[in-house]
DNA sequence: GAATATACTTAGAAGGGTCGAT
DNA sequence: ATCGACCCTTCTAAGTATATTC
């Protein structure tokens, strides 16, 4: 069977449409929420067999998670200045004019320190209104007391008990707060660092062929020579199909052909120029300038860059949010604190600071970039191009490759998606003092762009990454990786399908085993088995615990009772937050058994409670590596993808269908395991609008086939009766008809008032007489005429043209409106089908590009229709398939 | 064994570039 | 040649997974 169907009403596969709303979620048919929900309380669980051992299926109130706040500490009032992270970034500031450090604001600290105590505080109502389909975990400060979750681990059996992860009191993982270990500045870090950071560094001294590798290594940097025609590289790869300058393209490494390393060392070495910094904070000119209360403010560099991290944001819709506001604000005027403006003006009430000037002038800026010639626009970008051209590639193993993101994240608001609780907060200006290299231990060490010291350099060839920093708002790890279109990254990215492709053949056994311990009596594996049928059956993320300080967002192992609503006699709706806050929604009928446990799994819980109280990623994981080696819970999301994917273009693609058939046949397949994986985008604004032309347009056509077969008829009674002619357009009424013909004769007048006025003025330019407005006069008339004309035609059946034509050329010119017709009705279905569902997702990463070759091979379309550039440089290996090469 | 650290993949928004219609 | 819709790239946030530490 294949991944998606199990549901036996009709196969299709169970989508996870969007939220809400518009109606094209329910795949299903018809869904509509039912009103009747958990009716089933009632029912008697017959087989109810954990009841033994678990007889108090006390739920381990997972109370929310929530790591705790980075900086939380210092609840007294002001003294932020003392916070101890301020003090590193602020040092650096003194050595670096402009370059605003300043930002030493620890993220918003005190504050809502929601101590534990006050979450004990929290009254259950809080959790009272179970219906409100909004989950806020609100709750957040709240502990639940471990109650009989301590009693019921002993009653489990050992292999039974609640993980504790999931207990209140143990709620979630904290991030690290970030530390300013900057303290020992000036050392010479490099290798020192290395050494004390326990890290594996085993790299140290590896062995490796240096040698060979150097010299190669500096002969590619020469590219510029080989590509005039001597190639230093000895590879012997490079044929001379240099011919035009590809010198970028220069010889792909064939790594799919190659011999497999062993996995972990992911390089011999590694040269490369560390990041690009960018460039230090300009004051803005002194006669722009904010206002607090109506007054101008006159702020130093420090805290006007920081105003202008949201004076640009003034008209989005972060600044509508209170919490971004707040964030912002907080952190801002830790900022003022330390640099305050001129005339001390005390900056306290967001209300009266008005970021406007501040705002146009940035407008103003970009429409003066914008207005700039195309030479000069050129001569910017080439000016940044060669600036930057160096940071773009890497030597890995002496080969050229391109490197992702070199360029270091600027400074700015962090912009936390959904109810993300930093949202807003400053997020600093990264020196090299912040930053780890890793590098080949015999490559030069480069030399950051502005001042100042890399942190560490290392030398581990076990990981890919280039650089890294912890981000201070989150705590999070940044790294510079290779593009997407390198080895490496295509390296795991082949790897990545074979591991899907591999399980095709475990995932009956799989199935079967889990359908099994859908009615183990361990609970544990009872709830570990439904996890595994939804996440093979619907694609769900595996779901990992969350921190404190992040949105509040779930995947399946971190379901909540109150994402899931059981409606008899078989259907279940989700409802939550998913990844990047984007709402899951999907009522999906399910096995009994299934519908049985989760109804088991509710029992005697709150909304907030864990619903699978026993199960963890790491467990889940864990047993999915001893059902097949490597297999993770991502993977079948993978593995769906694709096999829907395949599955849908194999049934959907007829032989003989036109190309721009074959394109749309593609898009389905590809919005449907869109749609299946829940990927989606905000629908643009002007969605509506765009709409009603494109039919616009097609009723246009329309209108012009009904004229020319009106003309046919005219010619001869004969053509009445062809049977092609018969059809009506349905979508043209008379009254369009009308507005229609007005609209074109408006058009056309306009038309001819413009050549005319161009006429003249050649003329004139010719040093001849301009034409006089009579003639003018005429050709309106003339217009008008053919449009009276039109009027009287309407409604004989009848019409005739203006300058007469042979019989076969209308019908020819028939026939290919039909085509044009038959194809815009196919684009306007695709497009409205699609305006919430974004393809490229999954293209980029859930679906194995060889399917897409092999299909464009069997059926004679050009892979650039569907894939972009870089989709065609992020799979080189794909693209040689054999054209009957199946998933 | 939980918490944390690390490294890598997956994700939507924003903004810029491109391309087709006029 | 201009304009605007849309496609693509860039950016960086937010996941997954597993190793390491306490």
């Not at 492709?501 to 085993?513: A, M, P, S, T, Y």
């Not at 058994?593 to 109280?613: A, G, M, P, T, Y």
Request: proline share 6%.
């Amino acid at each position: 069977m294949s991944p998606v169907d199990f549901d036996s009403d009709d196969d299709k596969p169970l989508r996870a449409p969007n939220g809400g709303s518009n109606g094209h979620h329910h795949p299903n048919g018809n869904g509509h929420v039912p009103t009747q929900q958990r009716a089933l309380s009632s029912m008697s669980d017959d087989e109810m067999p954990l009841a033994t051992q678990d007889s108090s299926p006390l739920p381990a109130t997972r109370t929310l998670k929530r790591k705790k706040p980075v900086y939380a500490e210092s609840s007294s009032d002001d003294s932020e200045d003392d916070t101890p992270l301020a003090a590193t970034p602020a040092k650096v500031a003194v050595a670096m004019p402009g370059a605003i450090q300043a930002t030493t604001v620890p993220a918003n600290g005190k504050g809502k320190a929601k101590s534990n105590v006050s979450k004990a505080a929290v009254s259950d109502d809080e959790y009272a209104d179970s219906d409100a389909p909004k989950r806020k975990r609100a709750a957040k400060p709240k502990a639940k007391p471990p109650k009989k979750k301590v009693k019921q681990e002993s009653s489990d059996d050992d292999d039974d008990k609640p993980l504790a992860a999931k207990k209140p009191s143990t709620s979630r993982k904290r991030k690290v707060k970030v530390e300013s270990d900057v303290e020992s500045d000036d050392e010479p870090i490099a290798k020192k660092a290395a050494a004390k950071k326990p890290r594996k560094v085993k790299s140290e001294e590896t062995e490796k062929p240096p040698a060979k590798v150097k010299a190669e290594a500096n002969g590619s940097a020469t590219v510029k020579a080989e590509a005039n025609g001597s190639p230093v590289k000895g590879k012997g790869k490079k044929k001379e199909k240099e011919k035009k300058e590809d010198e970028e393209q220069e010889e792909v490494f064939r790594w799919w052909d190659a011999d497999a390393g062993d996995g972990s060392v992911k390089w011999q070495t590694l040269e490369h120029n560390g990041v690009i910094f960018p460039p230090p904070y300009e004051s803005l000119p002194p006669n722009v300038k904010m206002k607090y209360n109506g007054k101008e403010l006159d702020l130093p560099p420090a805290s006007e860059e920081v105003a202008g991290f949201y004076a640009a944001l003034i008209e989005s819709d972060h600044a509508k949010d209170a919490k971004f506001n707040e964030n912002f604000f907080n952190d801002w005027k830790t900022v003022l604190k330390k640099y305050p403006p001129l005339d001390n003006t005390k900056v306290t009430n967001f209300d009266l600071c008005d970021f406007r000037p501040m705002f146009e002038y940035f407008e103003a800026e970009k429409a003066k970039k914008k207005a700039l010639s195309a030479a000069e626009k050129k001569e910017l970008k080439k000016i940044k191009d060669d600036m930057e051209a160096k940071y773009t590639t890497c030597l890995l193993d002496g080969r050229k490759e391109k490197v992702g993101n070199f360029r270091v994240e600027p400074p700015g608001l962090f912009r936390g998606r959904g109810e993300h609780p930093k949202k807003g907060a400053l997020k600093f200006r990264v020196r090299p003092e912040d930053i780890s290299l890793n590098i080949g231990d015999n490559a030069p060490v480069p030399v950051p762009n502005i001042p100042g010291k890399w942190k560490e350099v290392i030398h581990d060839n076990t990981v890919t990454w280039l650089a890294t920093w912890t981000e201070n708002v989150n705590g999070n790890h940044k790294y510079v990786f290779l593009a997407a279109g390198s080895s490496l990254k295509g390296q795991s990215d082949m790897i990545k399908f074979e591991k899907a492709r591999e399980l095709k053949n475990h995932v009956d056994k799989i199935r079967q085993n889990y359908t099994q311990d859908l009615k183990s009596k361990v609970m544990a594996d009872r709830q570990r088995a439904t996890t595994m049928y939804f996440i093979d059956k619907l694609a769900l993320r595996a779901g990992n615990e969350k921190g404190e300080d992040e949105a509040d967002t779930v995947g399946c192992c971190s379901l909540r009772c109150e994402h899931v609503t059981l409606e008899a006699p078989n259907f279940i709706i989700f409802d939550f937050l998913g990844k990047d806050s984007i709402r899951y929604y999907n009522r999906v009928p399910v096995d009994a058994q299934v519908f049985k446990n989760i109804r088991i799994f509710k029992e005697n819980k709150s909304d907030n409670d864990s619903l699978f109280d026993r199960v963890n990623t790491t467990g889940l994981n864990k047993h999915l590596q001893s059902e097949m080696k490597g297999l993770t819970a991502k993977v079948f999301r993978t593995f769906n993808a694709s096999s829907t994917f395949q599955r849908l273009l194999d049934e959907n693609t007829l032989e003989n269908a036109t190309l721009q058939e074959k394109l749309n046949a593609y898009n389905k397949a590809n919005r449907e395991v869109a749609i299946l994986c829940n990927h989606r985008r905000t629908v643009p604004k002007t969605h509506e609008q765009s709409m009603e032309k494109v039919r616009d347009k097609q009723r246009g056509l329309k209108y012009d086939r009904m004229k020319l077969r009106h003309v046919l008829f005219k010619m001869d009674k004969k053509f009445r009766k062809k049977a092609e002619y018969q059809e009506d357009e349905s979508d043209i009424d008379d009254e369009w008809i009308v507005s229609h013909e007005e609209d074109k004769m408006a058009k056309e007048i306009e038309k001819a008032e413009k050549k005319f006025a161009k006429e003249n003025e050649k003329l004139t330019d010719d040093g001849k007489e301009a034409q006089d407005d009579s003639e003018l006069k005429d050709r309106i008339a003339n217009i008008k005429a053919e449009f009276k004309r039109l009027a009287k035609e309407r409604g004989t059946g009848e019409a005739e043209l203006t300058r007469e034509k042979p019989a076969e050329k209308i019908e020819e010119a028939i026939q290919k409106l039909t085509e044009k017709i038959k194809a815009s009705k196919l684009q306007i279905i695709d497009r409205d089908e699609g305006k919430e569902v974004a393809l490229g997702t999954s293209k980029i990463n859930y679906l194995d590009p060889r399917i897409t070759a092999a299909w464009c091979k069997i059926h004679d379309v050009p892979v650039e229709k569907l894939f972009s550039k870089t989709l065609i440089v992020k799979f080189p290996w794909a693209m040689e398939v054999e054209e009957d090469w199946k998933f």
